[in-house]
């Protein structure tokens, strides 16, 4: 049982982690890229976009989207072309790793564009993409071959998958559908995921890496269990999170408090006589 968090925002922990879902706010994923300066914008319809000054980053949260890709966040080398890479996390998606990716983001925004446009190697298995896969399988995850030219790993309770694809794609499908290099998700199947994340083909493989160093974690997430989604709350097992108990005493607080006591009392005298005192007896004569 984790130690209890005064700042945790939650009734019951949750494990694995790809099983607690969304929390009700996108802000914690929002704050690596505000504390960057970046101007929040709002549209007409309540969505919010983030841009970084010069527009080479720009990130939408489409609450109110065509579809259920709730974050979508491109790059370019050129802001007047098409984006360099793009990624998108649904709805429902677990905050913590879309806060995973953006933290990672701001890192690497702040190093500069051989960063933030960092293409992966994709030439063979043991590759730079290849590392993004390493922390699932150094925690169990292990190595699957779905179908012909896909990669995947799976979660040790097969309930999250995440799949490379290789050879060409369609550059704007990988920015428009699931269609993309890396696909992740979590729940039966892909038909039917209880979220997804997906990102482009040029996408740095050291913010894909964030992604699943987050996923693979086996610390547990808080949440309220009223915003658990059924399926999860059947799967996931969820601990209590308690009120905090009493504070036990440090060595410091016993010497404060045996400061503050009242000087002891000098012990009474031993009487000079009583029914059980024995008798002095005479000094001896030379």
């Not at 590392?131 to 097969?158: C, K, M, N, T, Y």
């Not at 740095?204 to 996923?215: D, Y």
Request: aromatic share 10%; hydrophobic share 35%; charged share 20%.
């Amino acid at each position: 049982m984790p130690p209890h968090d005064d700042t945790l925002d939650g009734d019951a922990y949750v494990l694995p982690r790809h099983l607690a879902l969304a929390t009700l706010s996108g802000d914690p994923a929002l704050d690596p890229l505000l504390r960057l300066g970046w101007p929040p914008t709002y549209d007409d319809r309540g969505n919010l976009y983030l841009s970084a000054p010069d527009g080479s980053i720009r990130l939408g949260y489409l609450s109110e989207g065509p579809d259920d890709g709730l974050w979508r966040i491109n790059a370019y080398e050129d802001v007047f072309a098409a984006p360099t890479w793009g990624v998108c996390f649904n709805d429902r998606c677990t905050t913590e790793f879309v806060t995973a990716f953006t933290t990672a983001l701001a890192a690497a925004y702040e190093q500069g564009p051989d960063a933030y446009l960092a293409k992966p190697v994709y030439d063979s298995v043991e590759s730079d993409f290849f590392r993004a896969f390493v922390p699932l399988l150094q925690r169990g995850w292990q190595i699957d071959h779905p179908r012909w030219g896909v990669f995947a790993v799976e979660s040790p309770d097969g309930l999250a998958t995440m799949e490379y694809t290789t050879g060409a794609l369609d550059p704007e499908a990988e920015l428009t559908t699931r269609e993309a290099r890396w696909h992740l998700w979590a729940g039966p199947s892909p038909e039917h995921p209880m979220w997804y994340a997906t990102a482009s083909t040029d996408t740095p493989t050291a913010l894909v890496r964030a992604v699943t160093e987050s996923l693979s974690d086996r610390a547990p997430l808080p949440r309220w269990r009223q915003e658990t989604h059924t399926y999860a709350e059947g799967l996931a097992q969820l601990t209590p999170i308690l009120p905090p108990g009493p504070s036990i005493p440090t060595p410091l607080d016993v010497r404060r408090i045996a400061s503050r006591r009242p000087a002891a009392l000098p012990a009474a005298g031993v009487p000079r006589w009583s029914s059980t005192s024995r008798p002095v007896l005479p000094a001896s004569r030379r």
